[in-house]
């Protein structure tokens, strides 16, 4: 099991993961920390647990959103975003594999 250091919110978060997987928590990482900073350029540094709740919820939202368009576009001829059925299958199993390590961070997050 690999260690890395994240950075959120100008906060280090040391991480456990797959060995192989530092990379794409890196990149997670950055995703979190840019949708982090436009909440709190929109609302202020209002705490950081209530800041990254939100950015939970809002990046939730995204992954909803996502998925009823999936859901909505499922045929068996190419949708309108030029995406194939595999193609949106294999963005669908992406996005339910991002949710499911938030989920493991926000619970190591939720433990420190």
């Known amino acids: ?21 530092e990379d794409r928590i890196h990149a997670l990482a950055g995703y979190v920390n840019d949708r982090v900073k436009e909440i709190a350029d929109a609302v202020g540094q209002i705490g950081e647990q209530r800041l990254l709740v939100m950015t939970s919820l809002l990046i939730a939202d995204e992954l909803g959103s996502a998925q009823a368009k999936l859901d909505n ?3 068996p001829q190419p949708q309108a ?3 194939t059925d595999a193609e949106s299958e294999a963005l669908a199993e992406n996005f339910e594999s991002i949710a ?13």
């Open 81 to 83: 975003s030029g995406l």
């Open 1 to 21: 099991m690999a260690q890395v250091s994240i950075r959120i919110n100008g906060r280090n978060y040391d991480i456990a993961c797959d060995d192989g997987q």
């Open 100 to 112: 499911a390590r938030i989920e493991t961070i926000a619970d190591k997050l939720a433990q420190s």
């Open 73 to 75: 576009g499922a045929n």
